[in-house]
């Protein structure tokens, strides 16, 4: 059974930084990716990053581009999206995921995409 379980969240000032943490079980991401999605409230849940064991290929969001940095364990079970520099419309709760398919160059951005999801961590940025 595969299982993601989220770490990580919570409530910081302008310009804070913040670490979430996505434990994988069930499956091995060795040859796959992961990525992390928001969702603030009365909008829809958007992609932010990718992040592939295969060949370390990373993606990001143009809204968070320069702030937040995807990385992952060596054996494909943990991911982790550092956010600095945080501003008040980054606050969503955050989720990760795992594609339904995925192939190196590939960043699937559509929440349909995914068939496998964490519990969300709720992350609050004030003014």
């Known amino acids: 059974q595969v299982q993601l379980v989220q770490f990580g969240g919570g409530l910081v000032p302008t310009g804070g930084s913040l670490r979430l943490s996505c434990s994988v079980s069930?499956?091995?991401?060795?040859?796959?990716?992961l990525a992390w999605f928001r969702q603030a409230p009365g909008k829809e849940r958007e992609s932010v990053a990718l992040?592939?064991?295969?060949?370390?290929?990373?993606y990001y969001d143009d809204s968070v581009k320069g702030r937040f940095t995807v990385s992952r364990d060596d054996v494909g079970s943990m991911a982790y999206l550092q956010m600095n520099g945080l501003r008040p419309e980054d606050t969503a709760v955050y989720y990760c995921?795992?594609?339904?398919?995925?192939?190196?160059?590939?960043?699937?951005?559509?929440?349909?995409?995914?068939?496998?999801w964490g519990q969300g961590t709720q992350v609050t940025v004030s003014p």
């Open positions: 995921a795992l594609p339904l398919e995925w192939w190196p160059g590939a960043w699937p951005a559509r929440p349909n995409d995914y068939d496998y």
């Open positions: 992040t592939s064991w295969i060949n370390g290929l990373e």
């Open positions: 069930g499956r091995s991401l060795t040859r796959s990716a």
